[in-house]
């Protein structure tokens, strides 16, 4: 099973600021993904991080808010970008290598 | 529009009982089935899934049922231990694919010693 190093695992940033999360799988994984799970809700998709390519975004997420780097692999890059309070939530990477395996999750609070 | 739903948000059992924690969806799109568990701090990590040309699979303590007339699945934990005590995440997938999942919003599961 894929091991997923996910940093900073928790972050308090004042809002108008911009945070980046980065996650580093320990092997080559094709699909790479980002959720959300905002307080007291379901883990919600924010992108595939394709390698390569531009991610592709699902419904209600943008790139200008959410831009994700995938240079290669095994490694990505999620920024959340111009914070507000609403963006407090835990940001897990996700990758795929026949069963989905997450990071532990970076928990973030916009002030 | 929640398509895959977890009704009950908490659920309380005792030590060497069985856990039976539910999980609804709508969209019958859905072909594969999985469980995560979520420890506080933690990812979640991956428990068991089941596709849908089965309607059971079972690995050690934890049996996975699916009715897919009913749109229904549920986890099975027996026996259940104080270890178990975590949220416990259902999510689906379709064309056969466990990546681009849809989550319910978990079931904290208390298991009392």
């Known amino acids: 099973s894929a091991v997923i190093s996910q940093k900073p695992s928790r972050d308090i940033c004042q809002r108008g600021t911009s945070l980046t999360i980065q996650c580093q799988v320990d092997s080559q994984v094709t699909m790479m993904f980002w959720y959300r799970q905002q307080p007291g809700q379901s883990l919600t998709l924010i992108a595939t991080a394709n390698q390569g390519s531009e991610a592709t975004y699902e419904s209600g997420f943008v790139i200008d808010k959410f831009p994700i780097s995938r240079p290669n692999l095994t490694f990505s890059t999620l920024t959340v970008s111009n914070m507000s309070p609403e963006d407090s939530s835990i940001y897990l990477c996700?990758?795929?290598?026949?069963?989905?395996?997450f990071g532990q999750g970076t928990r973030l609070t916009v002030v | 529009d929640q398509q895959v739903k977890q009704n009950s948000p908490s659920l309380s059992v005792q030590e060497g009982r069985i856990s039976i924690l539910n999980c609804d969806y709508t969209?019958?799109?859905?072909?594969?089935f999985l469980w995560y568990k979520k420890y506080p701090a933690e990812g979640p990590t991956f428990l068991i899934s089941i596709s849908s040309i089965k309607d059971k699979n079972e690995d050690g303590r934890f049996t996975v049922f699916l009715n897919k007339s009913a749109k229904h699945l549920s986890l099975h934990i027996v026996p259940s231990q104080p270890g178990d005590s975590a949220v416990y995440f259902c999510?689906?997938?379709?064309?056969?694919?466990?990546?681009?999942?849809?989550f319910g919003k978990g079931t904290l599961l208390t298991v009392n010693p």
């Open positions: 996700s990758a795929e290598q026949g069963k989905a395996f």
């Open positions: 999510a689906a997938g379709r064309g056969g694919s466990n990546y681009k999942l849809t």
């Open positions: 969209n019958s799109m859905f072909d594969y």
